[in-house]
């Protein structure tokens, strides 16, 4: 026979045993949907931290970019106004050359200070650019006028040079004025 409970506690007891870990399931559910929101939240933010550390280093990398070209470039404005002291250096030499006076001990002193001016902004990073039976280029050059060439394989080439243009680390601080073949 069976035996017949009678004290309220222990039917409750009985009645909890009975039913089918209905809280438990519960609990277990919430739980997999807390993970679930825990492991989304986790994943936005291992994003964020990936996105943020890759635009410090593209911060870094560009800065360090502008402080190269700001330390090639720091010196421009006085080397360009330097330039025209080069072109009178340059003519004076030419003249003096052509006049026969090249040859004296006072043109030897200022020849040397003239090659010395070129050879520091030389060191500085400035360069004449070479145009003379070159290809014509809008990018590099300004052209002055155009004449006829002198043969065919001159056409559109550059035939005299008008004002010398320079380089500085490798970009145009000034452009040459030159006379174009037709």
């Known amino acids: 026979m069976e035996e017949q409970v009678t004290d309220p506690q222990e039917m409750e007891l009985n009645q909890d045993q009975n039913v089918p ?24 933010y291992k994003d964020k931290y990936i996105r943020t550390v890759a635009e ?3 911060f870094k990398r560009r800065n360090a970019k502008e402080r190269i070209e700001l330390m090639q ?16 250096s340059d003519r004076a030499q030419q003249t003096l050359e052509k006049a026969g006076l090249a040859e004296s001990a006072e043109w030897e002193g200022v020849k040397l200070v003239f090659n010395k ?10 360069k004449p650019m070479d145009v003379i039976n070159q290809a014509f280029d809008a990018d590099l050059h300004e052209a002055v006028t155009e004449i006829p060439a002198p043969d065919e394989e001159m056409k559109g080439k550059i035939i005299d040079e008008v004002v010398k243009g320079y380089l500085l680390n490798d970009k145009v601080i000034r452009h040459p004025k030159v006379v174009v073949g037709k």
Do not use: H, M, W
């Open 56 to 58: 410090f280093d593209n």
């Open 73 to 88: 470039t720091a010196g421009r404005d006085v080397i360009t106004e330097l330039l025209d002291v080069l072109d009178d």
């Open 21 to 44: 870990n209905a809280t438990s399931q519960e609990e277990s559910a919430t739980e997999e949907s807390e993970i679930e929101k825990l492991k989304t939240e986790l994943a936005s």
């Open 117 to 126: 001016l070129k050879t520091k902004l030389q060191n500085r990073g400035l």
